[in-house]
Nanobody, 112 residues
Framework: QAQVVESGGGLVQPGGSLRLSCVAS????????LGWYRQAPGKERELLAT????????YTSDSVRERFTVSRDNPKSTTYLQIKDLKPEDTDVYCC?????WGQGTQVTVSS
């Protein structure tokens, strides 16, 4: 059964960095596009970044482009979202999507 599991979230001080991971199983991972999103309670889901199956074509939202970087390791069936210079407004649940399958998300809290 296809499954997507995120990890790497936590409590971080402003200005810190995190690398979120998302491991996919039950997929032929290297044939599928993926995306990273975030969502706060009561707010709409925000698209952060997407990447095609080879990793050669990416999109990153203008609002986070300078601080967020998406990548993938196809042999490991894993995608990463590197975040630097974290801000309190980055506090959210971060989710990844592989094809049409969503993970449960990982909580990122930015606070001093």
């Amino acid at each position: 059964q296809a499954q997507v599991v995120e990890s790497g979230g936590g409590l971080v001080q402003p200005g810190g960095s995190l690398r979120l991971s998302c491991v996919a199983s039950g997929f032929t991972f290297d044939t599928l596009g993926l995306g990273w999103y975030r969502q706060a309670p009561g707010k709409e889901r925000e698209l952060l970044a997407t990447m095609n199956r080879s990793g050669g074509d990416t999109y990153t939202s203008d609002s986070v482009r300078e601080r967020f970087t998406v990548s993938r390791d196809n042999p490991k069936s894993t995608t990463y979202l590197q975040i630097k210079d974290l801000k309190p407004e980055d506090t959210d649940v971060y989710c990844c999507r592989v094809a049409l399958k969503w993970g449960q998300g990982t909580q990122v809290t930015v606070s001093s």
